[in-house]
């Protein structure tokens, strides 16, 4: 982690940790996919959803009110959801064991964001101008 990364409050959110250690695991997931025909589409799909999470996880966090926070999370819940469909479907060539440490960190974001939307919808992180 570079020191700006340090400084960056979104840095915090374990979800957002997380997501982006499954970035850098799926990029060498989506590569050896690429080399199996059958899987070749599979293979984008997996790394746009999990690239997804982080995304949304990112911008989701720079919004101010807690209801945009709480759809752009949902956002990255939906893009959590397809990552572990894409995983199972690339279990024949990742492997049981590749995929079990994928849908491991997947499923713990799934819970922690099953947790955090219901407590941003009703959250005001600043106060309205009236």
Not at 27 to 49: G, N, P, V
Not at 51 to 71: C, F, M, P, Q
Not at 105 to 114: N, P, Q
Request: aromatic share 6%; with cysteine.
């Amino acid at each position: 982690m570079s020191e700006d990364d340090k400084r960056d409050p979104l840095q915090r959110m374990r979800a957002y940790r997380l997501a982006c250690e499954l970035v850098r695991e799926s990029w060498e997931d989506a590569e050896k996919l690429t080399h199996h025909r059958t899987m070749e589409k599979i293979s984008s799909q997996l790394y746009a959803a999990v690239g997804s999470i982080v995304a949304n996880l990112g911008e989701g966090y720079a919004h101010s009110s807690g209801k945009d926070r709480a759809r752009i999370f949902e956002y990255a819940l939906g893009s959590t959801r397809e990552s572990i469909a894409w995983f199972r479907s690339a279990e024949p060539v990742l492997g049981s064991a590749v995929v079990a440490k994928r849908l491991e960190k997947l499923d713990e974001i799934r819970r922690m964001l099953m947790a955090i939307i219901p407590r941003e919808r009703d959250r005001l992180i600043r106060a309205s101008k009236r």
